[in-house]
């Protein structure tokens, strides 16, 4: 009981943008750990490594594989580390909402089955990326700025 207050202070003493950059990597990493279980990926046994090949499809709607899922589990793991402070957690949220944006201009540009695709994408995966890289981004700018720039350097 006392370690689950002693983590209620934690968050609570934390700014919005460390919170936002830990609620994004838990919900990427959750995605990349879904992307492995069968049932929670449609056509599982479809599952390639990397490549426009593989049918797997996440929730039956987005096309994964296991690079795609060791990108979002690496990436999630990144967002919850760099959520310790709130510079680190601002450029968490900045650098992977560019990330984002980038992949949805390459998915809007790129053939869906070109052997450039490495990460299998469809167009729920191209909508998802836009509306992601401009949330993370938004939520970069808007919450770095909820406390002086000297206490967004500190090790709140």
Not at 61 to 70: A, I
Request: proline share 4%; no cysteine; hydrophobic share 55%.
């Amino acid at each position: 009981m006392k370690s689950s207050e002693a983590a209620r202070a934690r968050f609570g003493l934390r700014k919005n943008v460390q919170k936002s950059s830990l609620l994004a990597g838990v919900a990427v990493f959750v995605l990349g750990v879904l992307g492995f279980i069968p049932g929670v990926t449609a056509n599982y046994g479809t599952l390639a490594f990397a490549g426009h090949g593989s049918e797997a499809m996440l929730l039956g709607v987005f096309q994964v594989s296991v690079l795609h899922n060791l990108i979002h589990l690496l990436s999630g793991v990144a967002g919850v580390l760099m959520s310790r402070r709130p510079l680190p957690a601002r450029n968490f949220l900045i650098g992977a909402g560019v990330t984002y944006m980038v992949l949805w201009s390459v998915g809007q540009f790129l053939a869906l089955d070109s052997p450039v695709n490495i990460l299998p994408v469809n167009s729920a995966d191209n909508w998802l990326h836009l509306f992601l890289g401009m949330a993370l981004i938004g939520f970069g700018v808007a919450f770095s700025r909820d406390a002086p720039a000297r206490l967004r350097e500190s090790r709140a």
